[in-house]
């Protein structure tokens, strides 16, 4: 389990998680999205914008190569495979040298953790907020986002009417930001 993490001026960085999710909490299958949300791609790249992201090997292979690594920012994956390696990335073997590393990264100062299950699981206990794109989808998956706990609370929701925006692809969707309380 990840400890906490500094950066160069000793400030703990604030992590950030990162997802979209249907209602019953699907975040992939098979390795991949089950949707199409053109929407959430955007939030995410505004929001990530300008900060580390931190990712599994699976969730860096999931994405597709016109994207990788995501511009802007640095792009952290870490693996269990002592000699991977992939162009444009930063390759470290656990979640805590992953937040050192971002921590001294430019736009350290926040940290994205985005995927996948398994170290979002890790990284839940020291995550500051969480950013989820909820969709209306019955979509079936392999992989779950963790719960958000008692100790988590519903900061905004886009659309704040707490209604749902609609997709180019038909799929519904809102947006809620959560803070640790």
Same mark, same amino acid.
Do not use: C
């Given at each position: ?17 990162? $997802? ?13 999205? @089950? $949707?199409? &949300? ?13 900060? @580390? ?6 969730? $860096? ?18 693996? !269990?495979?002592? *000699? ?7 390759? &470290? ?30 990284? =839940? @206990?020291?995550?500051?907020?969480? =950013? ?13 986002? @963790? ?5 988590? *609370? ?9 209604? $749902? ?13 959560? !803070? !640790?309380?």
């Amino acid at each position: 389990m990840a400890s906490g993490v500094t950066g160069s001026e000793g400030a703990r960085p604030t992590i950030g998680l990162i $997802w979209a999710q249907t209602q019953e909490g699907v975040i992939g299958r098979d390795g991949g999205m @089950p $949707w199409h &949300v053109p929407e959430d791609m955007k939030h995410f790249a505004a929001t990530t914008a300008g900060h @580390p992201v931190v990712m599994g090997r699976r969730t $860096w292979d999931s994405i597709p190569e016109k994207y990788r690594p995501f511009a802007g920012r640095t792009n952290i994956v870490i693996t !269990r495979q002592p *000699r991977w390696e992939a162009s444009g990335t930063v390759v &470290v073997h656990s979640l805590d040298e992953a937040l050192a590393t971002a921590a001294e990264a430019e736009g350290g100062d926040l940290v994205w953790v985005i995927g996948g299950g398994e170290i979002f699981a890790e990284a =839940m @206990p020291l995550a500051d907020l969480a =950013m989820v794109t909820i969709l209306d989808s019955d979509a079936d998956g392999d992989t779950f986002a @963790p719960p958000l706990g008692t100790q988590w *609370r519903l900061e905004a929701v886009t659309p704040d009417d707490g209604g $749902w925006l609609t997709s180019v692809s038909g799929v519904r969707y809102r947006i809620a930001e959560f !803070r !640790r309380a």
